[in-house]
């Protein structure tokens, strides 16, 4: 079947203004969490979603950003008032359950420039 | 809190010999331990991972990986590098317990495979 999606695949907005990344996990997968990497280095966690639910957003960095999973599927990363420092590949996963031992499977990720 | 470390940054090997790639991780219980590899411009490819039980692990493309508990290391093997091998790999860790729901990946080692 189709693997994780993820749009758009690069996005460059301006400093302040808003911006919307969408993640269609795989059919089935419980569990989606999202992540960033930065030029250099590995993913960092960002927030993790149990069906519709936020179960831990402690990765987030600030109150810009934001997301959601409202029918426990498709969710949407939501920053506002973008900044330079926001400039990343934003990636998401998603995995069958949220067994400690299930592998998680990753989209391609959204490349975000912010000038 | 839970770490991982990868000590090289970038590793070079002739095609046909043999491979390492050195992961160690810190976490408090028991750890669950993942490799990843990454191609430019795309996501991130589950290889193996390490649950419990045998501490030879074997996964895609014929990588396998020794769990060291001792040693709190989980290093990636092949036998022989492929120049298709040539890619930038990330190791992980996620621990048992309450609470665990992300991956900390390390900062990623670019494996260069001369032919």
């Known amino acids: 079947g189709a693997g994780v999606s993820q749009t758009p695949s690069n996005k460059v907005t301006e400093k302040g203004k808003y911006v919307e990344l969408r993640c269609d996990p795989i059919s089935g997968h419980t569990a989606l969490y999202w992540y960033r990497q930065s030029l250099g280095q590995g993913p960092e966690f960002l927030i993790y979603f149990q069906g519709t639910g936020a179960a831990d957003d402690s990765g987030l960095p600030n109150d810009r950003f934001f997301a959601v999973r409202p029918e426990g599927s498709v969710s949407t990363l939501k920053i506002q008032r973008t900044e330079r420092g926001d400039s990343a590949v934003y990636l998401c996963?998603?995995?069958?359950?949220?067994?400690?031992?299930?592998?998680?499977?990753f989209g391609p990720g959204t490349r975000l420039t912010v000038l | 809190a839970q770490s991982v470390a990868q000590p090289e940054d970038q590793v070079n090997v002739a095609e046909g010999n043999p491979l390492t790639v050195k992961c160690t991780y810190s976490v408090s219980g028991n750890p669950y331990l993942f490799w990843y590899v990454q191609y430019p411009n795309r996501g991130l490819q589950f290889l193996l991972k390490?649950?419990?039980?045998?501490?030879l692990v074997k996964g895609s493309y014929g990588f396998e990986a020794e769990f060291n508990k001792s040693q709190t290391s989980f290093h990636l093997k092949k036998p022989s590098a492929l120049v298709s091998d040539s890619a930038l790999y990330f190791c992980a860790v996620r621990y048992s317990g309450a609470g665990s729901y992300q991956l900390t990946f390390g900062k990623g080692t670019k494996l260069s495979v001369i032919p």
């Open positions: 390490y649950i419990t039980g045998d501490n």
């Open positions: 996963a998603s995995s069958l359950t949220r067994r400690e031992g299930d592998e998680q499977f």
